[in-house]
């Protein structure tokens, strides 16, 4: 099902039907995902100002997916700052590696 969020109180409507269906309560499902109760209830309230790793880090843990539909011409834009992104954390990862080679020699 796909669901058009507008505003923060949006990803609070959405994201609290996810956290009740297991029968959890909110205790219980803040620390199954990894936050705290006072955080989820912060999402699940819509407040604004919520720190963006840890809102997604709470969807993923409740199976709510965000999908952004952009326009078309934004979408070639996106794509190649997404490869120049992947680039950096591909040369920094071999860069780690050989770090960690290196130290084993």
Do not use: C
Not at 62 to 91: N, T
């Amino acid at each position: 099902m796909e669901i058009e969020i507008n505003t923060a109180g949006d990803i609070g409507a959405v994201s609290m039907p996810h956290a009740r269906r297991s029968g959890l309560e909110q205790a219980d499902a803040a620390g199954s995902i990894g936050v705290s109760e006072n955080f989820l209830g912060k999402v699940e309230n819509g407040a604004e100002g919520v720190h963006w790793g840890q809102l997604f880090q709470v969807l993923e843990g409740l199976g709510v997916h965000v999908v952004v539909d952009i326009p078309e011409d934004a979408g070639v834009l996106f794509s190649s700052e997404k490869m120049k992104q992947y680039a950096h954390v591909e040369r920094a990862e071999k860069r780690r590696r050989t770090r960690e080679q290196e130290d084993e020699s």
